[in-house]
């Protein structure tokens, strides 16, 4: 029963450019959660999707990030027009509907160069 | 709104020490508290978790009690291991499916 899957696991973009991160939760889950990791800092909330749905994107940054879960395939988290200040670490979690077996995928290295 | 106060680290202990990393949490309601661990270059690993006052979490000889009174989270471990050198978060969960963190305790152990 392969965990949360989060690809690619390092991505270098050059500022301005476009960055997709990926998420396939656990089999079972329909709950996804992003987490941003600034550098010596701990995960900060950003958006919580449900299957076609965002439930809570009160920790999306206004301009350039966006977030999905669609029907059929992962969910992806979109970066546009990245700057230095994005770089990060990016982590995925999945639940199940009542929230049991939270679970956090090893996460995207996002450099922004 | 809710938050999570961890002791900074890092925490330098040798191998066998009694271990205690303080958090302590403001929160409305009666959230759930965790303990998370990451080891480097890796993701998130529950390590335990308490959902009600004077509950007490526990697992790879790790130990936590829910302190409503003092608002506390404490993680303990009476012996370390070398192997235990990772990066410590508490965080709760208030019922709303996210999860708020602290800043994270960065333990090591050396032989």
């Known amino acids: 029963n392969a965990g949360v899957m989060q690809n690619p696991r390092h991505l270098v973009r050059r500022r301005g450019q476009e960055a997709r991160l990926r998420c396939s939760p656990m089999?079972?889950?329909?709950?996804v959660y992003w987490y941003r990791q600034l550098p010596e800092e701990g995960l900060k909330f950003m958006v919580y999707?449900?299957?076609?749905?965002?439930?809570?994107e009160s920790g999306m940054p206004k301009e350039r990030f966006s977030a999905e879960f669609p029907k059929e395939g992962p969910s992806i988290l979109r970066i546009q027009q990245v700057v230095r200040g994005d770089s990060a670490a990016y982590f995925c979690?999945?639940?199940?509907?009542?929230?049991?077996?939270?679970?956090f995928g090893s996460g995207t290295r996002l450099t922004v160069v | 709104g809710d938050s999570v106060t961890q002791m900074e680290g890092p925490v330098t202990l040798s191998e066998e020490a009694f271990l205690t990393i303080n958090c302590t949490y403001t929160?409305?309601?009666?959230?759930?508290l965790f303990w998370y661990v990451q080891y480097p270059g890796e993701g998130l690993q529950l390590l335990l978790k308490?959902?009600?006052?004077?509950d007490k979490g526990s697992n790879k000889g790790f130990e936590a009690t829910y302190r409503k009174e003092t608002t506390s989270f404490h993680l303990e471990k009476g012996s370390v291991q070398v192997s235990d050198s990772a990066v410590y978060f508490c965080?709760?969960?208030?019922?709303?499916?996210?999860?708020?963190f602290g800043t994270g305790t960065r333990l090591q152990v050396f032989p």
């Open positions: 929160a409305t309601g009666y959230p759930s």
């Open positions: 965080a709760l969960s208030g019922g709303t499916d996210k999860l708020i």
């Open positions: 308490a959902t009600k006052a004077d």
């Open positions: 999707l449900q299957k076609e749905n965002i439930i809570d």
């Open positions: 089999k079972g889950h329909s709950h």
């Open positions: 979690a999945s639940s199940t509907d009542s929230g049991y077996g939270y679970t």
